[in-house]
Antibody
Framework: EVQLVESGGGLVQPGGSLRLSCAAS????????INWVRQAPGKGLEWVSY????????YYTDSVNGRFTISRDPAKYSVYLQMNSLRAEDTAVYYC????????????WGQGTLVTVSS | EIVLTQSPGTLSLSPGERATLSCRAS???????LVWYQQKPGQAPRLLIY???SRATGIPDRFSGSGSGTDFTLTISRLEPEDFAVYYC????????FGQGTKVEIK
């Protein structure tokens, strides 16, 4: 069974940093790209970042480019999202989502971790 | 950026009725690169349809997708109690973007 489990969310002050983790299991990790998608409270979905199978191709949405860094560790079957210079508008549930490899959409999702940016 | 507009915002229907949800793109979506997700309160989204019309693994055949270019439709032929949820479309012809969602609620 494919499983994605996020961790690392919490309350952080504006300008602060947080590192999210996504632990994968139930599939061959190195065969699939992984994404982060977020959802602000009561709002819709927003794609945040993408990392390819090998980790050599990375994309970010414009609003986080230069502040967030995605990475993956094949040995730990994990993906990370380092978030710096956090703003109130980054407050959201952050989902780790697998890409099927045949298109930039998301076939399996974790349950999400809540990030709250507030003083 | 391709903007997706979903309509209606809310659909009030009874179990057993047919639901028709629309997703319109601001420009043509390359190769029908459009998917639909279902999201229930407190849960992650679930993939229903990819490539505009292909059902994802385990999705019942009462869910169907159609459309091309800029106009896409998700149809639920007969609503079951578990189908009342929010539905999002997403395009992947360019940098991925989502519609704002359609809530299907019990009338």
């Amino acid at each position: 069974e494919v499983q994605l489990v996020e961790s690392g969310g919490g309350l952080v002050q504006p300008g602060g940093s947080l590192r999210l983790s996504c632990a994968a299991s139930g599939f061959t990790f190195s065969s699939y790209p992984i994404n982060w998608v977020r959802q602000a409270p009561g709002k819709g979905l927003e794609w945040v970042s993408y990392i390819s199978l090998s980790g050599t191709t990375i994309y970010y949405t414009d609003s986080v480019n230069g502040r967030f860094t995605i990475s993956r560790d094949p040995a730990k079957y994990s993906v990370y999202l380092q978030m710096n210079s956090l703003r109130a508008e980054d407050t959201a549930v952050y989902y780790c989502a697998r890409g099927p490899g045949t298109g930039h959409y998301f076939d399996y999702w974790g349950q999400g971790t809540l990030v709250t940016v507030s003083s | 950026e391709i903007v997706l507009t979903q309509s209606p915002g809310t659909l009030s229907l009874s179990p057993g009725e047919r639901a028709t949800l629309s997703c319109r793109a601001s420009q043509s979506v390359r190769s029908n690169s459009l998917v639909w997700y279902q999201q229930k309160p407190g849960q992650a989204p679930r993939l229903l349809i990819y490539g505009a019309s292909s059902r994802a693994t385990g999705i019942p055949d009462r869910f169907s997708g159609s459309g091309s270019g800029t106009d896409f439709t998700l149809t639920i032929s007969r609503l079951e109690p578990e189908d009342f949820a929010v539905y999002y479309c997403q395009q992947y012809g360019g940098s991925p973007t989502f519609g704002q969602g359609t809530k299907v609620e019990i009338k």
